[in-house]
């Protein structure tokens, strides 16, 4: 059968680095609990500032897994 009916989620990624790494920590730590992650959408970014400067990157992914 080819009919697919998927779950989104929605998590928040934070990193001391890059807007790239807090993306990519999301992921890797959803799916250390969700099986089968197809894909990811970038809905939101931003970040913390403390004392003028930036001191995290922030991103908001939405991750999609099928149901079975």
């Known amino acids: 059968m ?3 009916v998927f779950k989104k989620i929605r ?3 934070c990193s001391s680095k890059s807007f790239e790494d807090a993306v990519e920590l999301a992921v890797e730590k ?4 969700l099986h089968d992650l197809s ?4 809905s ?3 970040g913390a500032i403390s004392g003028g400067k930036v001191v995290e990157w922030q991103a908001t992914v939405d991750l999609s897994f ?3």
Do not use: Q
């Open 11 to 13: 998590v928040v990624g």
């Open 39 to 42: 894909w990811f959408e970038v």
């Open 30 to 33: 959803a799916s250390g609990s």
């Open 66 to 68: 099928k149901l079975e």
């Open 2 to 4: 080819s009919d697919k």
């Open 44 to 46: 939101e970014f931003r």
